[in-house]
């Protein structure tokens, strides 16, 4: 189950149209093991699941050919958002490893049926789920025409997301040093809508994670949050293939900052 992940975040694209394949045997098993064995940093444990759409009266309006959708769910607990988004997107990219199809969704979801496919619980959250198949060679016309809309291959500049020392003072990649490469590939990672709430500031050799809320939460909790996991995910799993050892910790160095920002997580070597 070996897999470079830096590999699976270059090649990764979303994808909303399937072939309608039922996953051969040897991919689910893969898959399932994986998501049996998935962990993340900050320790908030997930409930996968691979629910069969027709069983479970399964849709989303943005998908086609769906016949397999991955799901989980967690508990309300510390960082359960950022874990989530972590291990969700881990097992996501191990998906892409296969030659499955991924997209993670929340607002588009027939909810009511997901949530109880996955019998959710008054201190639990189904924050997405996601189809997972064989990606049709071509897109449908509605997801070429989502992609252009959302401008799904276009990103915010580095230095608009990563400063230093101080929030807003903006970074050249150039001069992040060991940081430059995991936070150049962190840049990349989905979001909801596409609105990249992930920022970070470098001071010494500890770079601290913020979120920049663009959007309310909901009843499911911060999914800019889950978001800002994702590129958690992309940021440590190219940390640790490119060698270094580092850790997650809660260290708020106190920088001055605008209102509509918050302080998530800080990661030392």
């Given amino acids: 189950m070996t897999f470079s992940a830096k590999d699976m975040i270059r090649k990764r694209k979303s994808v909303r149209t399937f072939t309608g394949e039922p996953l051969k045997n040897e991919d689910r098993l893969a898959l399932e093991q994986f998501i049996q064995l998935s962990t993340n940093p900050f320790d908030v444990p997930m409930d996968f699941r691979l629910l069969d759409a ?6 989303s309006m943005v998908i086609v050919g769906a016949t397999l959708y991955l799901a989980a769910k967690v ?18 990219l191990y998906a892409e490893s296969l030659g499955l199809g991924t997209v993670m969704l ?12 996955m019998d959710v619980q008054s201190d639990e959250v189904m924050p997405v789920a996601s189809p997972v198949g064989y990606p049709e060679r071509k897109r449908s016309i509605r997801e070429t025409l989502m992609r252009k809309a959302l401008k799904a291959d276009e990103r915010i500049p580095f230095e608009d997301l990563f400063f230093d020392k101080e929030y807003g003072n903006q970074l050249a990649s150039s001069s992040a040093g060991v940081y430059a490469n995991a936070l150049e590939i962190a840049r990349w990672a989905p979001s909801g809508a596409n609105k990249q709430p992930w920022r970070a500031v470098i001071i010494g050799d500890t770079v601290h994670f913020y979120e920049e809320k663009s ?14 996991g994702i590129a958690l995910a992309h940021f440590d799993l190219t940390m640790q293939e490119e060698g270094h050892k580092g850790r997650f910790v809660d260290s708020d160095p106190g920088v001055a900052h605008p209102d509509n920002v918050q302080y998530i997580i800080s990661y030392e070597l």
């Fill in 54 to 59: 027709k069983e479970y009266g399964l849709s």
């Fill in 75 to 92: 508990k309300r607990c510390k960082h359960y958002e950022i874990g989530f988004g972590y291990s969700f997107e881990h097992v996501c």
């Fill in 106 to 117: 929340a607002a588009s979801l027939s909810r009511a049926a997901f949530e109880k496919a």
């Fill in 215 to 228: 959007m309310k939460e909901s009843p499911l909790g911060d999914i800019q949050k889950v978001d800002v």
